[in-house]
Nanobody
Framework: QVQLVESGGGLVQPGGSLRLSCAAS????????MHWYRQAPGKQRDLVAR???????FVADSVKGRFTISRDSAKNTVYLQMNSLKPEDTAVYYC?????????????WGQGTLVTVSS
């Protein structure tokens, strides 16, 4: 069994910063891509950023220049540094990972962490 646990969400004022973390645990052989998605109330879940290996492979235009994805492979942890936050960044942020165990390939989701940007 593999689990992803997010942390770091909360309430922040416009222009502020937060750093989200997502730690993978369990019977992990390797992790390929890791992703951050977000879902605002009443909207679909959208991809925010993707990292493959140690390199950022995608960042959505809506957050480019403000959000940075990074990864500590030794800790099976991915981060999302969010700067210059705007009210429209308010959403539940979900971590997602492509995980290989010894006998299968899994797509795993975290439980989500709420980010609220408001004055």
């Amino acid at each position: 069994q593999v689990q992803l646990v997010e942390s770091g969400g909360g309430l922040v004022q416009p222009g502020g910063s937060l750093r989200l973390s997502c730690a993978a645990s369990g019977s992990i052989f390797s992790i390929n891509a890791m992703h951050w998605y977000r879902q605002a109330p009443g909207k679909q879940r959208d991809l925010v950023a993707r990292i493959i290996g140690g390199s950022s492979a995608f960042v959505a235009d809506s957050v480019k220049g403000r959000f940075t994805i990074s990864r500590d492979s030794a800790k099976n942890t991915v981060y999302l540094q969010m700067n210059s936050l705007k009210p429209e960044d308010t959403a539940v942020y979900y971590c997602n990972a492509d995980v290989r165990t010894m006998d299968r390939h899994l797509e795993v989701w975290g439980q989500g962490t709420l980010v609220t940007v408001s004055s």
